[in-house]
């Protein structure tokens, strides 16, 4: 029956795609059949078999090892903290991200990443059909925040169409970045974020490639990695890509306060004027029957459902951290299906940053995203749907 639902929720998660089309004619069904296929193997072979199982826990290991690095450095700023897992969450989790942006930024001037990517989004383009630009941006996106992704790929922005900087956008959205994925570790199964990245490359493309399908000529078609990083020397790599993380960690602590803040009096409101109801709750009653199709276990369906809202009006730590005092309450079913559907960007706050790099890039295509931005929005969030909906069929 599980199973039964589980196919349900795709084919509704595609068929409200596909009333969003505007270019049903054109939408490569072949293309999306291929990705749909990659997603099941890939979430079959990651779950299902001894291998992916031993290659999941050899990356969660990996990340863990960072995670002790960054640490290091963590204890020897702010030592006098009490640095355990009751201690003070901005030194905990969010001071990692600088660590690994580091990371990210060498790799980038080294150019190991930037060809990992080209190479990675060229095989998916000539397997699937998508141009490769979009096929480059949605492997980016696994790595790179929104703005990140998005100015990789700033040179190329004048061949882009209405509908493909759709599909451009939406990647950036629908995925994480890996600068961050260190601190979602800390606080969620590892497996299940890991496993989401993939996934929601995919469905980032499915879903965008059916709402804004596209058509490119050869000669439009080209990527170009040189101008991916600016820095002349690999210290220089170093020093911009931890200002760039503690940008980064200081913009969510920011963004965390003001939203858990924002929660609460909200909450204060509904239940001075209604009683007794919180938004949370309201949200879960909204995203129940969601939750039901996606596989979620039945008595767990209002809790999850009201973390997911609370994820789309807020942002994706606020909901996690929601969810990480559940841990030991939830079916594994319910965890890692939630799980998944937090590993994005998608809630309301990332219209503005996509806007704002947008703008910063081509002030001209700003104006075109501000007008899809809602739009954005839906697709971003289906895609978090089939990405769950998708784990679900294996757990």
């Known amino acids: 029956m599980d199973i039964l639902l589980g196919i349900l929720a795709i084919i509704i998660t595609f068929g409200l795609a596909f009333l969003m089309s505007n270019d049903k004619k054109r939408i490569n069904f072949k293309g999306i059949?291929?990705?749909l296929v990659l997603q099941l193997l890939?979430?079959?072979f990651m779950f299902s078999t001894t291998i992916g199982t031993k290659i999941i826990t050899?990356?969660?290991n990996v990340f863990n090892k960072l995670i002790e690095f960054g640490q290091e450095g963590i204890s020897f700023v702010v030592g006098g903290f009490i640095l355990d897992e009751n201690g003070v969450f901005f030194f905990n989790v969010l001071l990692l991200i600088i660590f690994f942006a580091t990371l990210l930024s060498v790799l980038t001037y080294l150019k190991i990443l930037p060809l990992i990517i080209k190479y990675i989004g060229a095989a998916i383009s000539?397997?699937?059909?998508?141009?490769?630009?979009?096929s480059f941006n949605g492997v980016n996106s696994i790595f790179f925040g929104q703005s990140e992704a998005l100015i990789a790929i700033r040179s190329q922005f004048h061949h882009l169409s209405e509908n493909r900087l759709y599909i451009i956008c939406a990647s950036a959205m629908s995925s994480v970045s890996a600068s961050i994925v260190g601190s979602y570790i800390l606080m969620l199964p590892p497996k299940y974020i890991l496993v989401a990245l993939p996934l929601n490359m995919f469905s980032g493309l499915m879903i965008a490639s059916i709402i804004a399908p596209v058509n490119v000529p050869k000669e439009e078609d080209k990527v170009d990695i040189k101008d991916v990083s600016n820095d002349k020397s690999i210290f220089e790599a170093m020093g911009n890509g931890a200002l760039e993380g503690g940008k980064i960690a200081l913009i969510v602590a920011t963004m965390l306060i003001a939203f858990i803040a924002s929660?609460?009096?909200v909450n204060w409101i509904i239940q001075a004027v209604f009683g007794g109801i919180t938004l949370e709750e309201i949200l879960g009653y909204v995203f129940y029957p969601i939750g039901i199709l996606m596989g979620i276990t039945p008595g767990e369906v209002l809790q999850a459902g009201s973390i997911m809202g609370t994820k789309i009006v807020t942002n994706e730590f606020v909901a996690m951290l929601q969810l990480e005092?559940?841990?030991?309450q939830l079916s594994e079913k319910t965890i890692g299906i939630v799980?998944?559907?937090l590993t994005s960007f998608a809630n309301f706050s990332s219209i503005g940053i996509i806007a704002g790099t947008v703008k910063g890039i081509d002030s001209a295509k700003a104006v075109i995203v501000s007008k899809f931005g809602m739009k954005l929005l839906?697709?971003?969030i289906l895609v978090s749907i089939l990405s769950a909906s998708i784990v679900g069929l294996f757990l």
């Open 263 to 265: 929660l609460e009096l």
């Open 339 to 341: 799980t998944v559907f």
């Open 325 to 328: 005092p559940l841990l030991n």
């Open 378 to 380: 839906a697709g971003s």
């Open 126 to 134: 000539k397997i699937t059909g998508l141009p490769r630009i979009e």
């Open 42 to 44: 890939i979430t079959w």
């Open 33 to 35: 059949g291929i990705m």
């Open 58 to 60: 050899g990356i969660s």
